[in-house]
């Protein structure tokens, strides 16, 4: 199948090669899909010219076409919690996010929550996600069976908890071994699935049970680790207090062996040169959850300060701590977290941290994150006419880096028209 539309996705770093080199837009464009994969992009006459006349042609007006969003923090347990009122991040937990997550040992309840939280990815324009479940086993077979039927690309895992939390959310040093094995066994590279080894963070494990984690890590290949650090002030005092002898956060995590490139940890809002110094070294991650980091009053992000190190960063939206799912009102919000700190938030820069730069922090930049032939075909429909006011903004646009721009700051679920997961239409609202 064909698809023409204007076309625009990312293709590079704004900030290593240049704002100009860093995207590719084709006003008429033209992409071919052939089972799941991109088989051409560019501009409609080339690439069509170059088709069979049989070949059928799905026509867009007045639409844009990119890549699939990437979300690269976020927690499907949360999303009937988002908007609790009034706590920061330890109390938040206690008074609204234990309560919550406590359900999911019912697979049916834990298969409802899957199938709303999936469907709300696909309507904000996002097909792939690092997924926070819950302690309990069924929490992730439920979540994972649900995604496997979207054929979505997406990481998740079990939460390993044994401590500083009620007791029906924790596990033991044994139980955590034995059901992370199990659901790695039954999930983890099964079609377009991987398992992460997901510690909550450093405050609800004990050091043997990190221990376990690395342990996981170190017996199947090619495995995730997914984690908290840094987010609040209490909770980094907090860590001082349970890991006396480890130098600052991250290094609990370094000392347990944690820290790899297939790494990702939340927000890494208040770390010290060293710590950045060692995520870039180890070619570790970092989810920037600007909706999260502003709800919670957790603090600002330094991205430029972060790059600087040489630090891998994606965007993460952080439901239920986050206040939205969409990629789009994140980096609206990332915007403004930058312009608290005095810099800002180019476009071009901001679409590829919602792409091609999440892919890269996820180590699928050779399967997802652009349109790039031989890419798997996850890709939105976006509708700048959405609503009146966007139009109306639109329409006084002079560049393409304005119309993105606006895009962002007034975007959200309502300009997504479809989205498109493998090449298979998942979502429309047409
Ligand atoms: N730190 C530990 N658990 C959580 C969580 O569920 N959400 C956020 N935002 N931070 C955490
Ligand atoms: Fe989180």
């Known amino acids: 199948t064909a698809y023409r539309s204007a076309i ?17 837009y084709f006003a008429d464009g033209a992409m071919i899909i052939e089972n799941g994969i991109v088989q051409g992009v560019g501009n409609a006459d080339e690439i069509l010219a170059n088709e069979s006349s049989d070949i059928t042609v799905k026509v867009y007006e007045n639409k844009l076409i990119t890549s699939g969003f990437i979300d690269t923090h976020v927690h499907y347990p949360q999303t009937g919690m988002i908007a609790s009122y009034g706590e920061q991040l330890l109390d938040w937990l206690n008074n609204y996010t234990f309560p919550a997550e406590g359900k999911f040992d019912d697979p049916e309840h834990a298969t409802k929550v899957a199938e709303i939280f999936l469907e709300e990815l696909m309507s904000n324009g996002t097909t792939t996600a690092l ?14 069976t649900q995604a496997e039927l979207r054929n979505l690309r997406i990481i998740c895992g079990k939460v390993m908890m044994d401590r500083n939390a009620p ?38 494990s004990t050091p043997e049970q990190l221990d376990v984690a690395a342990r996981l890590l170190n017996e199947y290949p090619d495995l995730y680790m997914h984690t908290h650090l840094s987010e609040n002030l209490k909770e980094i005092e907090w860590v001082k207090e349970l890991f006396p002898e480890r130098t600052n ?35 570790s991650a970092v989810a920037f ?29 952080d439901v239920g701590a986050g206040t939205c799912f969409s990629l789009l009102s994140t980096m609206n919000e990332a915007y403004k977290v930058m312009q608290l700190q ?6 071009f ?82």
């Open 8 to 24: 625009l996705h990312s293709i590079g770093d704004p900030d290593k090669v240049g704002m100009e080199n860093s995207y590719e």
């Open 131 to 144: 997924v926070f479940g819950t302690v309990h086993k069924a929490s992730v077979d439920s979540f994972f």
């Open 167 to 204: 007791d029906f959310l924790t596990d033991t040093i044994e139980s955590c071994y034995e059901d992370s094995k199990e659901l790695i066994e039954r999930w983890h590279h099964k079609g377009r699935l991987h398992y992460a080894v997901t510690p909550r963070f450093a405050p609800t």
């Open 249 to 283: 956060y991250l290094d609990v995590y370094d000392h347990h062996g944690l820290l790899s490139e297939r790494s990702v940890f939340a927000h890494g809002i208040h770390l010290c040169d060293s710590e950045c110094q060692r995520l870039a070294d180890t070619g």
């Open 289 to 317: 959850c600007p909706t999260s980091n502003l709800f919670l009053g957790s603090g600002l992000l330094d991205l430029p300060r972060l790059e600087k190190f040489g630090v891998n960063v994606g965007m993460g939206t």
């Open 342 to 347: 005095g810099q800002a938030l180019s476009p």
């Open 349 to 430: 820069k901001s679409l590829y941290l919602a792409t091609l730069g999440g892919a890269n922090a996820l180590r699928l930049e050779d399967k997802i994150g652009n349109l790039a032939v031989g890419k798997e075909a996850d890709f939105v429909v976006l509708d700048l006419a959405a609503t009146p006011l966007l139009k109306f903004r639109m329409d006084n646009s002079t560049s393409l880096e304005e119309t993105l721009f606006a895009l962002m700051l007034m975007g959200d679920d309502r300009v997504v028209c479809e989205t498109y997961v493998y090449g298979e239409n998942r979502y429309s609202s047409l």
